[in-house]
């Protein structure tokens, strides 16, 4: 079966053809970054107006390096939510108005559902059940999937999201946006031990997050050197931030896996492509006997073939969107 995925949630406009939700034919995104760096973070209307300039070429360059006749797409997907309103509504009205044109069943995905399955899109996927981390740029939360599409919610973020505290830090330290690519580069030669950030687990014992202690920390560090900062000084900055969002989430993730007494981990969503936390995670499930995935780096990041395979799976479970649905901001409903 061939599904035409559409993802619009933030500033990535993305589409993709994928085949039984496993085979990925074909994925194209179109990013935003150069639009909102100079503002130093995403500008909702500018993102929906640079989504309605895009979508279309994105889409039929999507269909074209498919290599597959139009006539062979049998469902149309997009992202429902959550993210963007504005820039939900482009991708969704599109893709809606294709299945219309074409008498295509029509699905609309949540955005999360399409990370926990981006994971499943990998050479080695991860086998059931396993525990998930999610973290991006708006979300962090660690699920214990039992199966395809049951997802139960074992802890979230209680304010700032990983990647929102990394976009924020780097602000801070004039790097620019985004900031999980250039802190991840920049604490490879700083030294992670030279400034104690701390580490909020919370209740040890739960799986919930908080970020925004850390960010604090920085900031206040940062007022506290007076002078202008030196290169070697935003390394080092940069290399103690990153430990400490490190540690806690890998702390969490695998106090989640001793709990549900899962073999298997997975990390998913844009700071799944932070190589200090690939490496912290990779060498503690060697040591423990663990087996740890992460999808490659193209999936990490938000696309529309993560959105294509989660439709693929809910359609095969007979369900459809109807095209009066609309999108939403936040969570609509609590993963299951």
Do not use: W
């Amino acid at each position: 079966m061939h599904i035409l995925g559409i993802e619009t949630s933030c500033d990535e406009t993305a589409a993709a053809v994928v085949e039984s939700g496993k085979r990925i034919l074909s994925s194209v995104v179109a990013s935003q970054v150069d639009v909102h760096h100079i503002y130093g973070g995403v500008v909702p209307e500018l993102a929906s107006r640079k989504h309605i300039e895009a979508i279309v070429s994105v889409a039929e360059q999507a269909l074209q390096q498919s290599g597959l006749n139009r006539s062979a797409i049998e469902a149309v997907a997009a992202t429902q939510g959550p993210g963007l309103v504005g820039a939900l509504l482009v991708g969704f009205s599109f893709a809606k108005a294709y299945a219309y044109a074409r008498h295509l069943p029509f699905l609309g995905v949540d955005h999360l559902d399409g990370h926990l399955c981006s994971v499943l899109l990998s050479d080695t996927p991860p086998s059931f059940p396993y525990v998930a981390l999610l973290a991006s740029g708006g979300h962090t939360a660690i699920y214990f999937a039992a199966t395809i599409g049951e997802y139960e919610l074992l802890g979230q973020t209680r304010d700032d999201a990983a990647g929102e505290a990394y976009d924020k830090v780097a602000k801070m330290l004039g790097l620019g946006y985004p900031g999980g690519g250039v802190i991840d580069r920049l604490a490879r030669s700083g030294d992670p031990e030279r400034i104690a950030f701390p580490r909020p687990y919370l209740d040890k014992d739960r799986f919930d997050f908080s970020f925004s202690g850390i960010k604090t920390a920085v900031h206040r560090h940062i007022q506290s050197c007076g002078s202008p900062l030196s290169e070697s000084e935003k390394a080092d900055i940069a290399a103690g931030f990153q430990a400490a969002v490190v540690d806690v989430l890998a702390h969490k993730l695998l106090s989640a896996a001793e709990a549900k007494q899962c073999r298997h981990l997975a990390v998913v969503g844009g700071v799944a492509a932070n190589q200090g936390l690939r490496e912290r995670l990779g060498a503690a499930a060697l040591r423990r006997g663990l087996k740890l995935h992460v999808p490659p780096l193209s999936l990490c990041g938000d696309n529309a073939a993560m959105i294509a395979a989660a439709a693929y799976h809910q359609f095969q479970d007979g369900a459809r969107t109807p095209l009066h649905a609309d999108v939403y901001s936040r969570h609509m409903r609590k993963i299951q």
